[in-house]
């Protein structure tokens, strides 16, 4: 009977006559591997499928490097005009580099900003299916790091050990890539409704940046309203959703989903009657008319000339703008609105924007101190768990059949979220 590579690993680990090979292994991957799936069942007799997309990291730079996979050792890379292999790519003075490793523990790698990873600078990359312009369009925007080839960067092993070891224990496809040679939404449109346009013909706008698309204004079908037709129980996870509910300075970047769940661009999620953000408006609403008027009597009291009033009247625009838009969005969404909505629409709301609001710490930060090599340092990180939600339907048996997590975290380093992956 053949192994499967599950198999393998367990029999490895027991014939080392040590600890070594299971203690690479984190925990919670050796619990998921100690369960034995019954004998001629296959991924069709899966009970649960839990969908979490990460962005930005192609399959090359988080795993080009493991061994079996087509990364940098594929035999089929493609030759580039030049005759070069893929991998060697040349900078438009000529310069020729080849894949360097990227190392998280011993440089300011993860710190070094990121790539530019929109429409104009993926499609220039491909150049028409060459593939020879990564170098000159994927160039650093901080002047200090443009010049360095830092698309070619890759981690190793050691660098992000949890997704080698997921790697290592179970499937990992190698053949994984942008839906769309674009950036963050409109590929994420792609992970939640299979498309990029309202219609599928030329003359439907394709939906290929970020700006493309706001709150409540997409219309075409998603696949969680298929799993709602077939009877499918699904469910989104997140800590709180992208749209305004009340959050202030770092607290928004910590806390919310980071627009990372598409369904609240979609109107027919009535993302609009979300309640903390119902109560967010009547915030903004009693609070702007006191910041427009603290900043009316900053100008009015500064000589004509000083050179801090156009910063100030522009701030004076710009919370009046803001302070206009508040008000006309309570005169469309208000409170009671939601229990007017039909069954199909509360439940499919209910759904996408599922949050932690049942733990008491979901909204708050605290300072956590640590050690960085010797240094002390500190940074505010969220004070409850930001799977909290998702951890409880498991306890209870409540995990639906399809369950989506969009985390919220978005300022760790590689290093530190992979931490976070296995506690």
Same mark, same amino acid.
């Not at 019954?38 to 490097?65: C, K, W």
């Not at 997409?218 to 799993?227: D, N, Q, S, V």
């Given at each position: 009977?053949t192994d499967?590579r599950?198999?393998?690993l367990?029999?490895a /680990?027991?014939?080392t006559?040590a600890a070594?090979?299971t203690?690479?292994i984190? /925990? ?21 499928i839990?969908?979490l =997309? ?12 493991m061994?079996?996979?087509r990364?940098f ?6 030759? =580039?005009p030049?005759?070069?292999?893929v991998?060697l790519?040349s900078?438009k003075?000529? $310069?020729?580099?080849a ?5 998280i ?6 710190w070094?900003?990121?790539l530019?990873?929109?429409?104009r ?7 028409e299916g060459k593939?020879d312009?990564?170098l000159?369009n994927?160039r650093?925007?901080?002047?200090e790091y443009a ?10 092993r050691?660098d992000?050990?949890? #997704?080698?070891a997921?790697a290592d ?23 939640? @409704?299979?498309?990029i346009r ?14 493309? =698309?706001?709150y ?6 998603t ?12 469910k989104?996870y997140q ?7 009340g959050?202030?300075g770092?607290?928004d ?5 980071f627009q990372?769940n598409?369904l ?8 609009f ?11 903004r ?6 910041k427009?008027d603290?900043l009316?009597?900053?100008? /009015?009291?500064l ?5 801090s ?7 004076l ?5 803001y302070?206009d ?5 309570r ?5 009671g =609105?939601? $229990?007017k909505l039909?069954?199909?629409?509360k439940s499919?709301?209910k ?10 710490d ?7 101190k #640590? ?15 930001v ?6 339907d498991v ?5 639906p ?6 985390a919220?975290?978005?300022?760790l380093?590689? @290093?530190?979220l992979t931490?976070?992956?296995l506690s």
């Amino acid at each position: 009977m053949t192994d499967t590579r599950r198999d393998f690993l367990k029999k490895a /680990a027991l014939l080392t006559g040590a600890a070594s090979l299971t203690n690479m292994i984190p /925990a919670s991957i050796q619990k998921a591997m100690a369960i034995n799936a019954p004998e001629g069942s296959t991924y069709l007799d899966a009970e649960h499928i839990v969908i979490l =997309m990460q962005e930005n990291r192609s399959f090359d730079h988080t795993l080009g490097s493991m061994k079996g996979v087509r990364g940098f050792n594929d035999p089929r890379a493609i030759d =580039m005009p030049n005759k070069n292999k893929v991998w060697l790519q040349s900078n438009k003075k000529g $310069e020729t580099y080849a894949p360097f490793h990227l190392d998280i523990k011993n440089t300011k790698a993860t710190w070094m900003d990121s790539l530019p990873h929109s429409w104009r600078n993926q499609v220039n990359a491909r150049n028409e299916g060459k593939y020879d312009k990564w170098l000159d369009n994927k160039r650093n925007g901080n002047p200090e790091y443009a010049d360095m080839p830092l698309t070619l960067g890759y981690h190793t092993r050691d660098d992000i050990p949890f #997704y080698y070891a997921m790697a290592d224990a179970f499937t990992v496809c190698d053949q994984n890539f942008c839906s769309a040679l674009t950036g963050t939404n409109p590929n994420r449109l792609y992970f939640w @409704t299979g498309t990029i346009r309202e219609e599928q013909n030329e003359n439907s706008r394709a939906h290929v940046w970020n700006d493309d =698309m706001d709150y409540g204004t997409l219309k075409w079908p998603t696949f969680p309203e298929r799993l709602e037709e077939s009877g499918v129980s699904w469910k989104c996870y997140q800590n709180e959703v992208a749209i305004d509910t009340g959050f202030e300075g770092e607290e928004d970047v910590w806390l919310s989903n980071f627009q990372d769940n598409a369904l609240e661009f979609f109107a027919q999620y009535k993302i609009f009657l979300h309640e903390p953000h119902l109560i967010a408006l009547e915030k903004r609403a009693a609070e702007l008319p006191g910041k427009i008027d603290e900043l009316k009597k900053q100008i /009015a009291a500064l000589p004509e000339g000083d050179k801090s009033l156009k910063k100030l009247k522009q701030q004076l625009r710009e919370t009046q703008s803001y302070l206009d838009g508040v008000n006309k969005e309570r005169e469309t969404w208000k409170q009671g =609105m939601f $229990e007017k909505l039909s069954d199909r629409e509360k439940s499919i709301h209910k759904k996408a924007f599922d949050t932690n609001k049942n733990d008491p710490d979901h909204r708050k930060l605290v300072t956590l101190k #640590y050690n960085d090599d010797g240094t002390e340092r500190e940074l505010q990180v969220p004070a409850g768990d930001v799977f909290h939600q998702f951890r409880e339907d498991v306890k209870t048996g409540n995990l639906p059949t399809v369950s989506w997590l969009t985390a919220n975290v978005i300022k760790l380093s590689d @290093t530190q979220l992979t931490h976070m992956l296995l506690s």
